[in-house]
């Protein structure tokens, strides 16, 4: 049975950095071919990918956000983190955490969310 | 990387089929097979529904086919529901080794 499960600030302040932390469950994140993606949703809005971490410490940033982004794992506790700079009210958002495997590119095991809101 | 482009809707009436398009460009749909799709209910967490273009995960039904060809890909539900009603993405591997997402079709049974 694989989980994951996002924890972090449900408020943060503008400017402020965000740090979310995703604990998965039934699958690790050293195992060849895990890969951990980091996915948010604004409000009412589509799906947005942002950052992805590789079984082998390989990071990816989204193009329009990468300046603002840091994604790492620690394999003692089997999580992977994603920080986020300079937080701004438009980051108000469900924030995702999602597994591939296998060396594949497609999102199997998703986490429940968590909603950041961004407001002084 | 722009989002692909998707209907924002699609309806039908049970026991119909539809079909939501997926559109992209050579930097990510028409350069890999690796396009999946997901649905979404509202307030839960998205589910895969088809991966690597046409393939289903398990427990997934065979009423959910996927396909491609060129820069759009294409997800068709046949013998609609009133459980398939719920938010549809696309998303894509680039040449960037990155992911895009679609813009979202929401689906209504009728």
């Known amino acids: 049975q694989v989980t994951l499960k996002e924890s972090g600030p449900a408020l943060v302040k503008p400017t402020q950095t965000l740090t979310l932390t995703c604990t998965i469950s039934g699958s690790s994140v050293s195992a060849g071919g895990m890969r951990v993606s980091w996915i948010r949703q604004p409000p009412g809005k589509a799906l947005e990918w942002l950052a992805r971490i590789d079984w082998d410490d390989d990071e990816f940033y989204s193009t329009s956000l990468k300046t603002r982004l840091t994604v790492s794992k620690d394999t003692s506790k089997n999580q992977v983190v994603l920080t986020m700079t300079n937080m701004d009210p438009v980051d108000t958002a469900t924030y995702f955490c999602a597994r591939t495997y296998s060396y594949s590119y497609y999102f199997d095991y998703w986490g429940q969310g968590t909603l950041v809101t961004v407001s002084s | 990387q722009s989002a692909l482009t998707q209907p924002a809707s699609v309806s039908g009436s049970p026991g119909q089929s539809i079909t939501i398009s997926c559109t992209g460009t050579s930097s990510d749909v028409g350069d890999y097979d690796f396009v999946s799709w997901y649905q979404q209910h509202p307030d839960k967490a998205p589910k895969l529904m088809i991966y690597?273009?046409?393939n289903r995960p398990s427990g997934v039904s065979n009423r959910f086919s996927g396909s491609k060809s060129g820069n759009t890909a294409s997800l068709t539900i046949s013998g609609l529901q009133a459980e398939d009603e719920a938010d549809y993405y696309c998303?894509?591997?680039?040449?960037?080794?990155?992911?895009?997402f679609g813009t979202g079709t929401k689906v209504t049974v009728l």
């Open positions: 998303n894509s591997y680039t040449t960037s080794s990155t992911h895009v």
């Open positions: 690597e273009v046409s």
